[in-house]
């Protein structure tokens, strides 16, 4: 039903700024959730922001507070993450994800995703 795909990892310099895109394409539930998870190679996958799409209200892990924003074009179906003053430690591969309501978050992370893209590679070197 839903398909989602990123775009826009690059590798950029500590303190750059990088906007990650992600397309989405079948059905989405108008008070659904959508987020960005991020995953170092030999860490656990983290959560980075999440998005209420009904309410617009949005929550953010601590590490990324004041330097992410994620947000959403409804008409376009598609979900962004402006990232501003990378860090070495935001190095990982980016997914978004979505849930169907009820959706649930976690300091800042979505909580049973339904969906998910294939990631894009951001790496920030110092």
């Known amino acids: 039903q839903v398909h989602m795909q990123e775009s826009g990892g690059d590798s950029v310099q500590t303190g750059g700024s990088l906007t990650l895109s992600c397309a989405v394409s079948g059905y989405t539930h108008p008070n659904g959730c959508w987020a960005w998870f991020r995953q170092a190679p030999g860490k656990e996958r983290e959560g980075v922001a999440t998005?209420?799409?009904?309410?617009?209200?949005?929550y953010y892990t601590d590490s990324v507070k004041g330097r992410f924003t994620i947000s959403r074009d409804s008409a376009k179906k598609t979900l962004y993450l402006q990232m501003n003053s990378l860090k070495p430690e935001d190095t990982g591969m980016y997914y978004c994800?979505?849930?169907?309501?009820?959706?649930?978050?976690?300091?800042?992370?979505?909580?049973?995703?339904?969906?998910w893209g294939q990631g894009t590679q951001v790496t920030v070197s110092s």
């Open positions: 994800a979505a849930a169907y309501p009820p959706c649930a978050v976690a300091s800042g992370s979505l909580e049973r995703p339904q969906y």
């Open positions: 998005i209420f799409t009904g309410g617009g209200s949005t």
